[in-house]
């Protein structure tokens, strides 16, 4: 059972133009959510995260989005770069559920010149 | 600052050999994490633990066993790889303290059974 989704396995984007990356989740008990970015042969790195209690959290050129009502949150990043082709994980929590964190199944960025 | 230690990085194993993954913290976090990864796929919690001592089944268990006698360390064990296995390896940690609900991974173990 498929608690967080991203439906977009790939995503290409120009350098300078915005990314924007989609996550759908079902479980309503979840109420905190974060992305990460993962390079080829690197473990995933925390890049942004949002409690329920908020629509929005911007950090730099990323911002991230979260409608509770439609149970959707999305990642801005603006304005795109080469650096930042690589793959992008939506998780969520139930914070008192012992951290245990579901993982979407990804999407690829890649941003080209 | 090493974080989030895995050892090995790569490893090929044969139907029904048995192996260890070491992961080990330094950050003195209280949960620890495996992950398992396969292509296309997000990440799959194997087995986690909230502290030495404890740990619990996650959603993908079987195949694996797990121990956590220190804080730092929480290896995971393979006993008679099959194929289905064949995956790519993830080791996290984060703290208990409210408010730090981050989790930070290693680099990850690629593991083929042949």
């Known amino acids: 059972d498929q608690q967080v989704k991203q439906n977009s396995p790939s995503l290409s984007v120009q350098e300078g133009r915005i990314s924007i990356l989609n996550c759908d989740y079902t479980?309503?008990?979840?109420?905190?959510f974060l992305w990460y970015k993962k390079y080829p042969a690197e473990g995933p790195t925390f890049l942004i995260s949002?409690?329920?209690?908020?629509d929005k959290n911007e950090d730099g050129r990323f911002t991230v989005f979260l409608n509770k009502s439609a149970k959707h949150l999305s990642l801005h990043i603006v304005p795109s770069q080469p650096g930042d082709s690589a793959v992008y994980f939506c998780?969520?929590?139930?914070?008192?559920?012992?951290?245990?964190?579901?993982f979407g199944a990804g999407t690829q960025v890649v941003v080209t010149p | 600052n090493a974080g989030v230690t895995q050892t090995p990085k790569f490893r090929i194993l044969k139907i029904g050999q048995s192996m260890t993954l070491q992961c080990a913290q330094d950050?003195?976090?209280?949960?620890m994490y495996w992950y398992r990864q396969d292509p296309g796929m997000g990440l799959k919690l194997i087995y986690y633990s909230v502290g030495a001592g404890i740990t619990d089944k996650g959603e993908v268990p079987n195949g694996y066993n797990v121990s956590r006698s220190t804080t730092e360390d929480f290896p995971l064990r393979l006993e008679l790889a099959a194929p289905s296995q064949t995956s790519v390896y993830f080791c996290?940690?984060?703290?208990?303290?409210?408010?730090?609900?981050?989790?930070?991974f290693g680099q990850g173990t690629r593991l083929t059974v042949v």
């Open positions: 950050m003195n976090h209280n949960y």
């Open positions: 949002i409690s329920s209690i908020k």
């Open positions: 479980n309503s008990m979840f109420d905190y």
């Open positions: 998780a969520a929590l139930v914070t008192d559920s012992w951290g245990k964190f579901q």
């Open positions: 996290a940690s984060s703290s208990s303290e409210a408010g730090n609900t981050e989790a930070f």
